[in-house]
């Protein structure tokens, strides 16, 4: 099972002094970030996609190109890519020559967005939000596992005879996850391509995130890539961590009251009682996280969404400490108990690869 984080890269005020970071700075955080996940022995760093204030990943294969330079064993990813709003001949590409760069540490997740301003931008309508993702997701996958390309579809221009360059490496294409927050179409369409299904989980109860796992694995099945438990499902959390859960609790509320996402609405005990969220010490996020396997059932990564609503980089590199030394460890001793043998992995590189090569010899024979 793999864990990490992932950061939507917001610029947000510090609410206990008022400031405010830079793009600069909030950026190198961000890095600083990723290669503090390395350190502390997480598997997984991953960086969203936006193109509107506050948010400042707007180009996350440049960002993740560096970081990969920076680091040895990190795999790469997004949360999300947005697959509507950005060419899916522009996706190809960039992420196939992150794989290089990266010797293949490099998968990604894609999504709709959830900032309606962001369709008109590149020429789009959010109406046409869930088409477009079909469509365009399609032209992808078909981008990487054909050299020479015919395609005509209702979005953008038609393609002849195109070839994405450079091919993935070893001819193998990135995993992809598909994410979502409340869409049974993507669960489906991750489902019919049998790629990842990755659920947001830090917004909604249980039993929303629950249903539509449930929905992927059912469908996975009926597509017949494998049984419902073979299914490749990754979730999404939000903590904060002090020793002491009544220091955690006081620390982070004024941070939890302002922020941007969820500010001034519910309290922050009720929206810990209703979501994910878990704000209290390292033995309380063990519980909650275990508990997920609950009602979602084995699953094969584990993201937490830890630096956000104008926290300091000096905290969350705590919090990262608190995570690598206290936390994960212990997850992946219990998430490993009583897994069942035939509960795959998650997709590397390596071990997609090693599954093509397979492939190819059972039909050679």
Do not use: C
Request: no cysteine; proline share 7%.
């Amino acid at each position: 099972m793999q864990f990490g984080l992932f950061s939507v890269g917001d610029v947000t005020p510090d609410p206990t002094n008022r400031t405010t970071p830079s793009e600069h700075d909030r950026i190198k955080a961000m890095i600083a970030i990723a290669l503090k996940a390395e350190e502390v022995g997480l598997d997984v760093f991953a960086t969203g996609e936006h193109h509107n204030p506050p948010f400042v990943p707007s180009s996350p294969t440049t960002m993740l190109g560096y970081i990969a330079a920076r680091t040895e064993r990190l795999l790469l990813s997004t949360a999300t890519t947005l697959i509507t709003t950005s060419d899916p001949v522009k996706i190809a590409e960039d992420f196939a020559m992150l794989q290089h760069v990266a010797d293949g540490r490099v998968d990604l997740m894609l999504g709709r967005g959830n900032t309606g301003p962001v369709y008109p931008w590149f020429g789009q309508d959010i109406r046409n939000g869930i088409q477009l993702a079909i469509e365009n997701y399609a032209l992808l996958h078909q981008l990487w596992r054909e050299e020479n390309v015919d395609w005509k579809g209702r979005f953008r221009t038609p393609l002849q005879s195109f070839t994405s360059t450079p091919r993935p490496l070893d001819d193998v294409p990135p995993f992809v996850w598909h994410g979502s927050i409340r869409s049974p179409e993507i669960a489906e369409q991750a489902a019919y391509y049998g790629d990842g299904f990755f659920a947001n989980h830090i917004f909604w109860p249980k039993e929303h995130t629950q249903r539509m796992i449930a929905l992927y694995r059912e469908r996975f099945a009926h597509y017949g890539h494998g049984t419902a438990e073979q299914a490749i499902v990754g979730l999404g959390g939000q903590v904060f961590m002090r020793k002491n859960s009544q220091d955690a609790v006081r620390e982070f509320r004024p941070y939890f009251d302002e922020a941007p996402v969820y500010g001034h609405g519910p309290s922050l005990e009720e929206f810990t009682r209703e979501t994910p969220l878990t704000v209290g010490s390292p033995q309380q996020v063990i519980d909650r996280t275990l508990g997920f396997r609950e009602y979602v059932g084995d699953y094969q990564r584990q993201l937490f969404l830890m630096d956000h609503a104008g926290l300091p980089l000096k905290t969350v590199l705590e919090q990262l400490d608190l995570l690598g030394e206290e936390v994960v460890p212990v997850l992946r001793k219990e998430f490993a108990k009583n897994r069942p043998a035939d509960v795959p992995d998650a997709p590397t590189h390596e071990s997609l690869v090693a599954a093509a090569a397979a492939e190819a010899d059972e039909v050679a024979a």
